[in-house]
């Protein structure tokens, strides 16, 4: 019987082990992630949220279990890592054939930044330079996008933009997406799914079922936030209720 590639996840993770030195940082974690989802994965420092994106993007190695990963691929960090060297446009060509230069310029038009396409990277702002990043990544059509905390080093204005950009542009290519966040307000924001990552397993995995675009002030993004904090470890008290007011109170 012939399978329908299209019906198999883009991750397939089973019991995944890491170690370093006594202390195993994965162990026996198990995660699929299909084909177009976007799954958000938070966990306190430590906890071996990057550790997992790192051994799914091929920078560091496993110590048993079972990975597997579509070969195109790409991530996306923190830092935008840009070469100051090169140009915008270069930057997001960057080991690619010379004759993908009107991809790049089509992705630079994707994140708004097509007419900075011959600026040097140290004019940016950091926000630009972020979405020159998220160009480079996209240009290599992955089937796979790793975000690395992206939006940490932005301000708050900038990081909700860049927030907005990304979901439009991932709805749009549709790659699996694994987004890691210390942000539990930006993985109900973006993910289709949300996990929690704790003493290397999974906890929590959940569908998001709350329709777009999301409100924090909406009581189910309110109550699956608590949720996700409380799997945290953080006590996040319900919001409160206004006090009644006495009958005497109402009399005019």
């Given at each position: ?23 195993a940082?994965?162990?026996g ?37 079972e ?31 010379r ?49 690395d ?24 290519h ?8 210390h ?70």
């Amino acid at each position: 019987m012939t399978t329908d590639p299209t019906s198999e996840p883009a991750v397939r993770v089973r019991g995944l082990r890491r170690t370093f030195g006594d202390r195993a940082v994965l162990d026996g974690l198990r995660l699929d992630i299909a084909r177009g989802e976007f799954v958000a994965l938070l966990g306190a420092s430590g906890s071996g949220k990057t550790t997992l994106l790192r051994i799914l993007g091929a920078l560091d190695g496993d110590d048993g279990g079972e990975v597997l990963v579509p070969e195109a691929r790409t991530i996306v960090f923190q830092e935008p890592r840009l070469v100051p060297s090169k140009r915008v446009l270069a930057n997001v060509t960057v080991a690619l054939p010379r004759n993908r230069s009107a991809d790049g310029l089509r992705a630079l038009a994707e994140v708004g930044l097509e007419r900075h396409a011959e600026a040097w990277p140290a004019t940016l702002s950091g926000g630009e330079a972020q979405r020159v990043a998220l160009a480079r990544a996209l240009v290599r059509q992955p089937e796979l996008l790793l975000l690395d905390e992206p939006f940490a080093a932005l301000d708050a204005l900038t990081r909700l933009k860049m927030q907005d950009l990304v979901g439009e542009l991932c709805r749009r290519h549709r790659p699996a997406v694994l987004l890691v966040t210390h942000d539990v307000e930006e993985a109900v924001r973006l993910a289709d799914r949300v996990a929690v990552l704790r003493d290397g397993r999974l906890v929590t995995d959940e569908t998001i079922d709350i329709a777009r675009p999301r409100d924090p002030g909406d009581p189910a993004f309110a109550a699956l936030r608590r949720r996700l904090l409380a799997d945290l470890g953080v006590d996040a008290p319900a919001p409160s209720l206004p006090s009644p007011v006495p009958a005497e109170a109402g009399v005019i």
